[in-house]
């Protein structure tokens, strides 16, 4: 504070003012260091106060993260954190409510509350780790894992087929929708930002590695070699390019993305112009299915709509019913209905 | 009145009677609830006390004259205080074959049984599994059998109306109830009212519905089949203003109650289940009360959500019954270890399983009292009647907030949807419930527990400085930060059992109903007190000494009842399970304790407790 400033006048938080006294105990190496660390540094450029946020988890690694935040934070029970956020949210709206969750709290045990608070659009962050194994239990199958995974609890092999949180959430009609990878600190960075900055559910899945219990499951993604030609980053309005010399692209070819080369008869005007502010899902739902061996993982933005939001509309019908009723009376509401008077005599009236 | 004098008009005599049981018995979409509902207004306006029983199928239309179909409402009303919606019916209504059969065998000897005798055809017979008419066979002979052919006489009643056949067929059980005001000289006027404002888009309807209430009346008063008809006195009850109120309304209104005691937003959050789901509809209209419902995607969500709402400083109460009860336990064990304000209300059905979702049945008591992992103690507090779930709803709520514990308030089907004479409160006497947050960021800890009740602070989000983090993890003492300290671990459960111990002291003392020691002392619990008090009552009224007392107070006990239990030879608890609460008592107090036990998903009659009462004095 300079000697100039107002008493009342608080210094601007810096990183520093968001990170608790609590040791953090993740295990060395895992991406989880790099998901607190980015959401540490965007929270004094949000503006929020920090006792105005929440942070809610329930159970897993990812779900330790509220103790390591400076701010409010709730460590519930497993699966539960999207049903408890939605009533810290609709008992207190000017809170600004984070879900910490992972891809078995979230889509496992916690897989209809996800379906539900997306659906409902109530205002709460929900930043799903996805490192596709079950890491606090010490390495059984998730929902995300991969069909013949080889885990302790599948040791020949899953003979289930995984769900796409991203194309969960849009199914679910999410009106924000991203993707980021632990590894890409500044493009996560942005990521958390502008989900912030929705007004609305939001929707970030997290590439994340586990190093002790599935390392490496993003790596073919990661590999600086190769990285620019996995991975195209969604910036809406613009044509889908992607590669290390920005030669290739995503057109649409009837109802299927197709990769073309750039040069070859082939311009950028010939390539699909993604926005995100559409507000009919089906082509952000396409993108959210690829990753196939020869196409580009999406990350970025893929949806990003206006709609009204669950919070809001609760607390709008409370205050339509007051300015039209008034705020209630319990007398009138005890003393109404049908009713009658017994007198000292014994007599009914 | 008009209709008091047309009453008196009549030239048939008058009997007194000092109590009269009735029971509607009908198809379920036949309006038997609404026959019931009107029947119980007009005799609350005529000055009886009374009690009511809607006993309904979980089927929303089960087949026309169906077995299963069959809906009942029953009333019991009195010149003198009365606790329940009597035991036999002294008439059984039945409206087709079906209804006669479920409900012949619950009526007293000699009974009075009236009958539409046109729905006594042979397809309805058939429906019903009668071989042979009953009407005719002489098989209803020991019973005054009072057939009257309701259809065709209905019909001819609204000739000049011009509805249409089916719509003036469906007056026909206001035709009924017109025979049965005269029959007991109750007034029509609360039911013309009724009528007028429920049909008020349609007038034609008003008027059909009038005429056949006004036509059966007057049928009644000229056949000849009624030689007289009879009449209770009006009760002493004491002075006020009354209004009649089922458990569901009384507890919704002791939670807005509540609400405004304790300056604090509603948050009610549940998932739709047989029998709670009124609390829900009800409290979604009183949005001026600023009260928030949340209908969620399933009873965990419901018990989540209404945690989120407390840690974010609402009142917050979740409502359901048995099933939704088991899936809430995780969550209400989040809650005792993050000690936030809770108020679960359980409105008991039959069980296991789904079981019987609209019968009643008091088992889920040790599901309450201890069925959650860990040590994980709670306040469990119950309704007696259906207007005591008022002042619970509020002594639930006081509880939770004054010691930071979730607060199980146990109802049931019977409490929930049976309704009694509510003598309205003086408003100015309701206590305040004091709430205070945590707000000086200098001396706070999580932890820190108030010296007397032990309970830990409330903090809601948004006050600076005071950020702080908890959760399901063992806490440490005063800091509240995670601690797996083996010594901590044991003293938090010590703190955490000691808390609930200490609400025993928060509570009143404990009434005893007659001596206060002797040979025989009734233990009851919940919507049980109607028919024990009454037997109790009957047997003292025969000289004989017995005594009672009701809790309210389940989890922790008064105080003082170890003392009231160790002064009588004999303990006896009636209840609607197999011995829950008798094993929580032994469990407590090391006593022999002696079981009424019932569970036909029917409360118990006063005769069957006082027989009980007979064999042990």
């Not at chain 1, 990183?15 to 993740?26: C, G, I, N, T």
């Not at chain 2, 069980?351 to 019968?359: D, L, N, R, V, Y």
């Not at chain 2, 010691?403 to 089907?413: A, I, K, N």
């Not at chain 2, 509240?480 to 200490?502: C, F, Q, T, W």
Request: with cysteine; proline share 6%.
């Amino acid at each position: 504070m300079t000697p100039t400033a107002p008493p009342t006048a608080r210094p601007a938080p810096t990183r520093q003012d968001f990170a608790s006294d609590q040791e953090v105990r993740w295990c060395p190496g895992c991406g989880d260091y790099s998901i607190l660390a980015q959401m540490q540094k965007i929270m004094p450029d949000l503006g929020i106060a920090r006792e105005n946020i929440v942070f809610v988890s329930g159970i897993g690694c990812s779900s330790r993260f509220p103790y390591y935040m400076n701010t409010y934070g709730f460590h519930t029970i497993h699966g539960r954190a999207t049903a408890i956020a939605t009533g810290i949210k609709c008992a207190h709206p000017e809170l600004s409510v984070w879900v910490m969750t992972g891809d078995g709290d979230g889509l496992s045990i916690g897989g209809n509350h996800m379906l539900h608070i997306l659906r409902r659009n109530v205002d709460v962050k929900i930043v799903l780790f996805n490192n596709r194994i079950y890491g606090l239990t010490k390495g059984q199958l998730s929902p995300t894992s991969e069909l013949g995974k080889i885990t302790k609890s599948t040791p020949v092999g899953s003979i289930e087929h995984p769900i796409n949180p991203v194309s969960f959430a849009i199914a679910a009609e999410a009106t924000f929708v991203a993707r980021a990878i632990d590894s890409e600190t500044a493009h996560m960075q942005e990521v958390l930002k502008r989900a912030a900055m929705h007004k609305g559910v939001a929707f970030v899945e997290i590439l994340q590695n586990c190093n002790i219990f599935n390392d490496g499951a993003w790596d073919s993604l990661k590999d600086r070699e190769v990285k620019s030609d996995r991975l195209v980053n969604l910036q809406s309005r613009k044509p889908l390019v992607f590669g290390k010399n920005r030669d290739k692209g995503i057109r649409l070819n009837g109802y299927k993305l197709e990769v073309a080369s750039l040069g070859s008869g082939v311009s950028e005007s010939d390539l699909l112009v993604y926005d995100e502010t559409e507000t009919d899902s089906s082509l952000a739902f396409l993108l959210s299915r690829e990753g196939r061996p020869d196409f580009p993982v999406p990350i970025g933005v893929f949806r990003d709509v206006v709609a009204p939001t669950y919070d809001e509309l609760l607390s709008k019908q409370i205050a339509q019913a007051q300015a039209k009723k008034g705020p209630g009376s319990l007398k009138d509401l005890i003393y109404s209905g049908m009713r009658w008077t017994v007198k000292a005599n014994g007599t009914s009236v | 009145m008009a209709t008091k004098s047309q009453a008196a008009n009549n030239n048939k005599p008058v009997e007194i009677v000092d109590r009269v049981t009735i029971r509607f018995a009908g198809d379920s979409g036949d309006g038997i609830q609404i026959s019931g509902n009107q029947f119980t207004m007009a005799t609350a306006f005529a000055g009886n006390d009374l009690g009511t029983m809607p006993d309904y199928p979980a089927e929303i239309r089960a087949p026309a004259g169906s077995l299963p179909g069959v809906s009942n409402f029953q009333i019991s009303f009195s010149e003198s205080d009365i606790h329940t919606p009597g035991d036999a019916p002294d008439v059984l209504v039945a409206m087709n074959p079906a209804a006669l059969k479920v409900n012949l065998r619950d009526l007293g000897p000699g009974g009075t049984i009236i009958v539409n005798s046109d729905s006594f055809a042979t397809a309805n017979l058939k429906k019903a599994g009668y071989e042979a008419n009953p009407l005719e066979d002489g098989s209803l002979e020991a019973y005054r059998l009072i057939p009257i052919a309701i259809t065709q006489l209905n019909a001819k009643a609204l000739e000049e109306s011009p509805l249409s056949k089916k719509e003036r067929d469906r007056c026909k059980n206001f035709y009924a109830l017109g025979v049965i005001y005269w029959l007991y000289d109750r007034p029509l006027q609360t039911t013309l009212d009724f009528i007028a404002e429920k049909f008020a888009k349609s007038p034609e309807t008003v008027a059909a519905n009038q005429t056949a209430l006004k036509s059966g009346y007057n049928f009644a008063d000229t056949t000849e089949i009624f030689t007289s008809h009879f009449r209770v006195r009006q009760a002493q009850l004491p002075p006020g203003e009354y209004r009649n109120i089922t458990g569901s309304e009384s507890l919704v209104l002791g939670l807005v109650a509540a609400s405004q005691l304790a300056e604090t937003p509603l948050f009610y959050g549940s998932y739709p289940i047989t029998p709670a789901s009124e609390m829900l509809h009800e409290l979604a209209y009183l949005k001026n009360f600023g009260v928030r419902t949340f209908q969620a995607e399933d009873e965990i969500a419901a018990v989540c959500a209404t945690i989120g709402a407390s840690y974010a400083g609402s009142l917050a109460v979740t409502g359901t019954s048995g099933p939704g009860a088991a899936l809430k336990s995780e969550a209400v064990g989040l809650a005792v270890m993050a000690e936030l304000p809770l108020v679960v209300v359980n409105v008991q059905r039959a069980g296991p399983s789904t079981g019987m979702p609209t019968k009643t049945e008091q088992a889920d008591l040790l599901q309450a009292a201890v069925g959650r992992n860990g040590e994980c103690p709670v306040v469990v507090l119950a309704p007696a009647t259906p207007a005591d779930c008022f002042s619970m709803a509020i002594e639930a709520c006081r509880l939770a907030v004054k010691y930071m514990t979730p607060v199980y308030l146990m109802t049931d089907g019977y409490l929930a949807n049976g309704s009694e004479p509510w003598r309205l409160p003086d408003l100015a006497s309701l206590k305040k419930i004091p709430v205070s947050h945590a707000a000086d960021a200098k001396s706070f800890e999580p932890y820190q527990r108030d010296p007397k009740t032990l309970a830990r602070p409330w903090v809601v989000p948004g006050a600076p400085g005071l950020e702080y983090r908890i959760g399901g993890l063992e806490k440490a003492e005063v800091t509240g930060d995670v601690s797996y300290d083996p010594v901590n671990h044991e003293r938090m459960v010590h703190l955490r059992a000691e808390k609930i111990r200490r609400v025993a002291q928060d509570i009143p003392p404990t009434e005893v109903f007659g001596e206060t020691s002797g040979q025989l002392l009734l233990v009851s619990w919940g919507s049980t007190f109607g028919a024990v008090h009454s037997a109790v009552e009957r047997v003292r009224a025969k000289g004989k000494k017995v005594s009672s007392v009701h809790l309210r107070h389940i989890s922790p006990f008064p105080a003082d009842l170890g003392q009231i239990l160790k002064s009588f030879e004999t303990v006896l608890v009636p209840e609607l399970n197999l011995g829950q609460l008798r094993l929580l008592l032994r469990g407590e107090y090391g006593l022999p304790v002696v079981g009424l036990n019932k569970v036909q998903g029917r409360p118990f009659t006063i005769g069957e407790v006082q027989q009980k009462i007979e064999e042990l004095i």
